[in-house]
């Protein structure tokens, strides 16, 4: 059955539109904690005006068609890594993403108005795709330092590793056996498999980047509710409750449960002399000597 590629594309837009604009929202509405919402909500921006240019392909000029939509694209995946390294607290590598995105814009502008190759071009950007999806893939598994892995995780891994794979397989493909006159738009089966399975790829990976904003935002409301929020210690109920389960693991094992109780003396004089935010270092300082 032959799938209309206009079809492919438009709904592909209208998916990349309504992902985008709720992962805008949650950027706006979660805690700033959260980082990294606001580059997956305009990375998906990006890729929904790259499909709006690939449909008008054939009415608006080469340049915006070509250039500018498989720059999107490009950008658009570039964003998507900058968040998943700022979601997991990781370094920006902005200097040789600006140069991927730069030469990879360069060789599409060179093989579209100077010596023209849909050929090399599809090589060139879906190599530089699977790049982009795979550095995401390996930042996803590396996750948070000192967190492990949850579901969200997996699931998101799973297609970027798919779009990963694919990617490579079109760039080779493209590479050794596509026609020197082919399109963006062809009907041929490879280009319907690769658009189909790039725009339901991309789909499902903003539903596991959603996942991972709501397991990120339940995470810090959990801490929230159980840690006082200067010093870092457990708060009221959730350290009766870790008390109470260490008693109970006490009576099972038959093995005695040591208290310690510390009071600061004199906490008072430090703020009437210093001020509260002195204070304030104060019991963080004390909470770390003592957790420590």
Avoid: C
Avoid at 120 to 146: D, E, K, N, Y
Avoid at 203 to 232: F, N, P, S, W
């Amino acid at each position: 059955m032959n799938l209309d590629p206009h079809t492919l594309v438009v709904g592909a837009t209208i998916s990349a539109f309504l992902m985008a604009i709720v992962l805008i929202y949650l950027a706006h509405s979660f805690p700033p904690g959260i980082r990294g919402l606001r580059e997956w909500g305009m990375g998906l921006v990006l890729i929904f005006f790259a499909a709006l240019f690939g449909s008008l392909r054939g009415m608006v000029p080469d340049f915006v068609s070509i250039v500018l939509g498989n720059l999107a694209v490009v950008a658009g995946l570039a964003l998507i890594y900058i968040g998943l390294l700022r979601f997991n607290d990781r370094g920006l590598p902005m200097r040789w993403l600006a140069a991927v995105i730069l030469l990879n814009l360069l060789a599409v502008a060179y093989f579209t108005h100077v010596e023209f190759s849909f050929r090399i071009r599809v090589t060139i950007v879906t190599a530089t795709t699977a790049l982009l999806f795979g550095l995401s893939l390996v930042t996803i598994l590396q996750g948070r330092p000192g967190h492990s892995l949850r579901f969200s995780d997996a699931f998101t891994a799973f297609f970027f590793l798919a779009e990963t794979l694919l990617s490579l397989a079109r760039s080779v493909q493209a590479f050794w056996f596509e026609p020197a006159q082919s399109s963006f738009l062809s009907t041929s089966w490879t280009q319907q498999i690769f658009l189909a399975g790039y725009f339901l790829g991309v789909l499902l990976m903003a539903v596991g980047l959603i996942l991972l904003a709501h397991d990120r935002l339940k995470e810090e409301l959990q801490y929230l509710a159980a840690h006082d929020t200067l010093t870092g210690a457990f708060a009221r109920r959730a350290f009766i409750d870790l008390a109470e389960r260490e008693q109970a693991r006490g009576q099972r094992s038959g093995r005695p449960v040591a208290l310690l109780m510390l009071d600061l003396d004199h906490f008072k004089v430090i703020n009437d002399n210093h001020g509260h935010q002195v204070g304030d270092q104060v019991l963080r300082r004390f909470a770390e000597i003592a957790q420590s």
